[in-house]
C-alpha cells in the first residue's frame, strides 16, 4: 500500500529526519505513524526496519504466510476446528499432536536423570575424531533412543 501513497500528497521526504513523514492538513507529521509508510521508508532504504505499531491484534497476515516456503510453530492451543480448516485451506498447514514430555518417556517419568549407555558400544560419552564422525555418531544414537525417549 505505500507505493500507492503520492509524494507530496500523502507524504514528504524530510531531510532532517532522513525519512518520509506523512502529511497532515498539508504539513509533514513526523509523529503520525502508517505501517503503509513504515514499509515504504524500508523498500526505499530509509529504514532498516518495520515497526508494526498496530493497536489491534491482527489474526493473520497473509503475506509473511505466504513469503516462506515454511513455518514451523508449537502452540499449546492450535484452536477450534473451523479455525484449523481455515489455516489448513488457506495456508496448507499441517498439525501435529505434541504429547505433554513425562508422557513421552517409558517407565517411570518421575526419577533422578543418570547418564544412559548408548550406541553400538553401550558408552554414556562419544568423541570421535571428526565433526562428521561426531555428526554421524549423534545420529545413530538418536535413532535408537527414539522409541525410549523425547529426542530434541
Not at 554414556?124 to 562428521?132: K, L, R
Not at 554421524?136 to 525410549?148: G, N, Y
Request: hydrophobic share 35%; with cysteine; glycine share 6%.
Amino acid at each position: 500500500r505505500g507505493k500507492q501513497f503520492v509524494e507530496g500528497e500523502d507524504f514528504v521526504y524530510s531531510k532532517e529526519l532522513g525519512r518520509y513523514c506523512a502529511l497532515q492538513s498539508g504539513r509533514a507529521n513526523p509523529k503520525a505513524w502508517s505501517l503503509a509508510l513504515e514499509c515504504r521508508n524500508f523498500q526505499d532504504g530509509f529504514s532498516r526496519e518495520i515497526l508494526f505499531q498496530e493497536r489491534l491484534f491482527v489474526m493473520s497476515r497473509p503475506r509473511v504466510f505466504r513469503k516462506y516456503h515454511r513455518i514451523l510453530g508449537l502452540s499449546g492451543s492450535i484452536g477450534s476446528k473451523p479455525e484449523r480448516a481455515y489455516l489448513k485451506d488457506t495456508y496448507r498447514a499441517a498439525f501435529f499432536e505434541v504429547p505433554p514430555f513425562l508422557k513421552t518417556c517409558r517407565g517411570s517419568p518421575f526419577h533422578e536423570p543418570v547418564p544412559v549407555r548408548t550406541g553400538e558400544q553401550k558408552k554414556v560419552v562419544y568423541v570421535e575424531t571428526s565433526v562428521e564422525a561426531q555428526i554421524s555418531r549423534l545420529a545413530e544414537i538418536a535413532l535408537q533412543a527414539r522409541e525410549r525417549v523425547p529426542v530434541l
